[in-house]
């Protein structure tokens, strides 16, 4: 079998969750396609007697987020665009932000408005945790389907 990579990390020292061993590795399409020996593509890095690792996740970030402080509104120093792409320069590959919705907002409502506040500016994978200020019956009957679309965390 013969795949195409747009990339090649040659003779590095690669780090997985169960292993580190010295192999080349190679991307196609912006994933890891293949590890192995003698791999060629478009582009090479030769990355002799350095680490290859994963990626990190940050679990809590807070961007472009809106707060009300002793000094009164504010909106957090990193945006979509400057946080994840300064998360990127460090390692990290994906965060999970959260969703705050506003009084009598549904969680649908302020979920499909963090998305599209994220969409087309992240520079790495996102995810939410959804934040429930109230236990009434109407917002706990939201979660099934913020389930099924992604919000997998709830902070309360």
Same mark, same amino acid.
């Given at each position: 079998?013969?795949?195409? #990579?747009?990339?090649?990390?040659?003779?590095?020292?690669?780090?997985?969750?169960?292993?580190?061993?010295?192999?080349?590795?190679? $991307?196609?399409? *912006?994933? $890891?396609?293949?590890? *192995?020996?003698?791999?060629?593509?478009?582009?090479?890095?030769?990355?002799?007697?350095?680490?290859?690792?994963? *990626?990190?996740?940050?679990?809590?970030?807070?961007?472009?987020?809106? #707060?009300?402080?002793?000094?009164?509104?504010?909106?957090?120093?990193?945006?979509?665009?400057? +946080?994840?792409?300064?998360?990127?320069?460090?390692?990290?590959?994906?965060?999970?932000?959260?969703?705050?919705?506003?009084?009598?907002?549904?969680?649908?409502?302020?979920?499909?408005?963090?998305?599209?506040?994220?969409?087309?500016?992240?520079?790495?994978?996102?995810?939410?945790?959804?934040?429930?200020?109230?236990?009434?019956?109407?917002?706990?009957?939201?979660?099934?389907? #913020?389930?099924?679309? +992604?919000?997998?965390?709830?902070?309360?």
């Amino acid at each position: 079998m013969t795949i195409d #990579l747009d990339l090649v990390i040659r003779h590095s020292t690669i780090v997985t969750a169960s292993d580190t061993f010295a192999a080349d590795l190679g $991307i196609s399409a *912006g994933r $890891i396609a293949v590890l *192995g020996q003698d791999l060629r593509g478009r582009e090479t890095i030769d990355a002799e007697g350095m680490y290859v690792l994963p *990626g990190a996740v940050d679990p809590h970030v807070h961007l472009e987020m809106s #707060l009300l402080t002793v000094a009164g509104p504010t909106v957090t120093s990193d945006n979509w665009a400057t +946080g994840t792409r300064a998360a990127a320069c460090g390692g990290t590959t994906t965060v999970i932000d959260f969703v705050e919705p506003e009084l009598g907002q549904s969680l649908a409502e302020a979920l499909a408005a963090r998305r599209a506040q994220a969409e087309g500016r992240a520079a790495i994978d996102f995810g939410l945790h959804m934040t429930l200020s109230r236990a009434d019956d109407a917002t706990l009957a939201e979660i099934p389907a #913020l389930c099924r679309s +992604g919000v997998t965390s709830f902070k309360t």
